[in-house]
Every structure is written in C-alpha cells, then in structure tokens.
C-alpha cells in the first residue's frame, strides 16, 4: 500500500463528462480522462483491506458482490498511485481480457463492495482500469502475444460477444486453433450491435478484434449455425465447440401488435442504429428522427434507447417505468444517468414517467402508430414504441441444431459448462441468462478452462467463477 492515508486526503474524481447538451449532436464517446496527477491521486485513495470485498465477486439474495473476475484491484490501484503502468498492465490482464470493454461498460459492482464507500465514496476502480489500459495502448505496451507452440487441436467458438471473444481469446493463448463464427456482418456481438457508440466506440472493439486476429484467431461472419447443416460441419470439423450466442430472445410487451407499424424491441433500435451510423446501411427499423418516442421499460437498454432517441432528432421522448419512483430513490434523490441527463439538457424534463405502462396502441387508418394509451388513463403522442422489456432466454435453433437440453438457457450441470452433447460446451448469457459483460467474460474464462480440460486432459487455465 503505497499510501496508507490517501483515502483521507483525496476526495474521489471521476472522469469528466462532455456537457449534454453538447454531446447530444454527435455519437463520439462522452467520458474525458483525468490528468495522471489526478489519476495517481485516485489510485492512492484504495485502502488495501485486509479483506478486499471489490474482488470477491460473489452473489449473495441474488445481488452480486464485488468483481466476478476477482480483478487484482487493490495491487494495481498501488501501481496507478506508483505511476508503474506496465505493472499494473500486467495485474489487470491477469484475470480481465478486456479491460477497455468493462472499464466503459460495465456498472463496477466492484464500486458497491468497496469498503472505502461505506462511510464515505468509493475508490473509482471502473475509471482507474479504464485508465491502465487505455494507457498501455497509446505506449505501445499492448504488443501481439502468441503461443510459443500450437496444441494441434481446433475449437469453434460460436458468438463473438464478450463471453465468446474472451473463451478464444483464452484458448489460443493455450495453443489451440481458434474460429469465431458470427452470423452477423461483422464480429462483436453486443460490444458491436448492442451498445451505441457514445457508451463504447466501435473502433475499440475493431482494434481488440484486429489485435486478436494478429495472434492467431480467426473470425468468420455471415454463419448461421441454427442451420442444421452448419452446425453438423462445425461438429465434424473441430475438436470442441462453445456456445455464446447470447440470450437475445426478448421478452414479450404484453400487447397485440401484429398489425401495428411501428412497435420495436429495444436491441432491434440500437442494432439499426448502429448499422446506420457505423457502417452505413439502411435497416428496416426507422430512425427516430421526427417522431415521438416512447420506450417501454428500465434499465441500460432503455437509457441507450433514450439517447439514441436524442441523437436521432427525436420530436419527444418518454420512457415509461413500471415500478415506483420512490423504489430508485438513493439518499432520497433520483440518481439521473448519461441518457436521463441528455434528456433533461435538450427537453428540460426527466423522461421517466414512474408507475404507468401502456395498456393499449392507437393507430390510424393504414395500422400506423399514432399513441399509446397509459394505464394512468392519458394517451401519449407516439409514433415510434420500443420495448426495452428485458429477455427471456435464448433463442432455440442453435439449441436445436446442435441438439443440446434447454430451456430458457443451455442446460449444463451447476457450476460447469460442458452441455448435454459431447465437445459442445456453453458460456455467457445463453447459459446464465441475461447478465452484465463482466460476467460474460468470466463465463467465457471458465469455459476455456473446461474446454482446455477437455482437450488437453489437464488445464493451467484459472476459472474465474
């Protein structure tokens, strides 16, 4: 502990924000690091516990606590106060694979478990890692690492999101011969298609992509391996295959609209947004630009959907939440996220409207939406309703083609991930439902274990869960 009373001298800073009301006109990231001044001084608030609870990573009444890849916080928050960036480079990627990923993205359940937060503010761990690692690219620490031998076995991971990436990403670095399929355009999964550009730019995820390729995995897109035909080649071809396809099946928004022009799932919104503003294309899902908007639901999904919405040149937008406002309260405020904040610069309202949804749709005489009817009684102008109500599980034709048990996930045993089929394994969301991207990558990090298990009839890999 390179300052034991840092905690008491150093107030926390986070990283800066862009104004809203500037940031709401382009889709380039928000976030503004820190000084290294600054930074250093942020690093020296952590307390090196005796019992460091932000890397336990645990799940206790069903809320989690702490780090689920157990990340060596306190060691290399010592060496952001020491300003020894390869060291704590070399701590941070001993357990995160993609440290540039969680360090925008991920809600810092270590930040919750932070002892330093009880009776005052957490140490900024999320912006500390996001720090190293950004820091290590732009010195060149980031050099391509591959295996001193290959093992002459081949692997198929299926699903390029965070749990597959992380699962190649382990296995090649054990020698093994890695492809990604990807029945998408272009890999990535939800780093790609699910999350806008402000949150995570999507040049961050093509640099991972290409220095991954560099060290030997080979991606392939455009595959579909719910087809039948696909996957028994897949079977025939590669020693294992893991399954990381998600849980992208949404869950249903309760009304009839088979007729109705209009209705969109929150992760259909945000893929045709990207596809419009990344790589130009020109999807079925109309942008939001001159109608009203409202959004079903709560969340991360919805928060994009908001500041999509904004982006987009909405008329208006509102997102109607179905629990009580008083159940978000924290010390008595409503806590206002990126997209709540955006809102509020360009409208001068909240958007969220607490304990009310949409008990019907109006729509004119061609099945175009017009309105959505609240259950408070009021109809609310509305030509554009995204549902951003959550998932339901996965979706079954990869299930089905590969003939492994299912149910709203992969079936596997607890706590392993070796499926009902042999060689066939599964990681991520499409085994434990719908979760954070930091549990994706630890899901993806201990199917690599097994799977090199496997293979090898032993494994050096470390099981994060």
Known sequence: MGKPTGFLEYARRDDLRRPPEERVRDWEEFHIPLPQAVREQQGARCMNCGVPFC??????????????????????????????????????????????????????????????????????????ELSIIEGAFSEGLMRRRRPPQWSGKKV???????????????????GHSVTVVEREAHPGGLLTYGIPSMKLDKSIVKRRLDLMTDEGVSFV??????????????MAEY??????????RPRPLGLDTSAVTGVYYGTEFLKA????????????????EGRHVVIVGTGDTASDCVATA????????????????????VAGTLPLDYAHEEAAAVTGADPRRFSVQVK?????????????????????????????TGFAGCERGVCEAFGVEAGDTVTTAPGRHA????????????????????????????????????????TNLVRPL
């Open 273 to 288: 947004a990207v596809e419009r503003q990344v790589f130009g294309q020109t999807p079925a899902v109309p942008t939001a």
């Open 310 to 329: 904004l982006r987009q040149g909405c008329v208006s937008v509102t997102q109607l939440v179905r629990r009580r406002r008083e159940d978000y309260l």
């Open 156 to 174: 198929c991971v299926v699903g390029s999101g965070p749990a597959g990436l992380a699962a190649a990403d382990q296995l090649n670095h054990r």
């Open 55 to 128: 890397q336990t990573g645990m799940v206790y009444e069903g809320r989690t606590f702490g780090c689920p890849l157990h990340n060596l916080i306190p060691e290399w928050n010592d060496m952001i106060m020491s300003g020894n960036l390869g060291h704590a480079l070399a701590r941070l990627l001993k357990t995160n694979n993609f440290p540039e990923f969680t360090g925008r993205v991920c809600p810092a359940p270590c930040e919750s478990a932070c002892v330093c937060g009880i009776y005052g503010q957490a140490v900024s761990n999320r912006d500390n």
């Open 239 to 248: 020693d294992a295959v893991i399954l990381c396809c998600g849980a992208g």
């Open 221 to 234: 897109t455009g595959v579909d391996a719910a087809d039948e035909t696909v996957a028994r080649r897949l």
């Open 419 to 458: 499926t009902s089929v042999e060689k066939v394994f599964a990681a991520g969301d499409m085994r434990r439902g719908q979760s954070l991207v930091v549990w994706a990558i630890a899901e993806g990090r201990a199917a690599a274990a097994e799977a090199d298990a496997f293979l090898n009839g032993y």
């Open 360 to 388: 019907e749709l109006t729509v004119d005489k061609d099945g175009a939406l017009t309105g959505a009817v609240t259950t408070s009684g009021d109809t609310l102008p509305c030509e554009l309703l995204i549902a951003a």
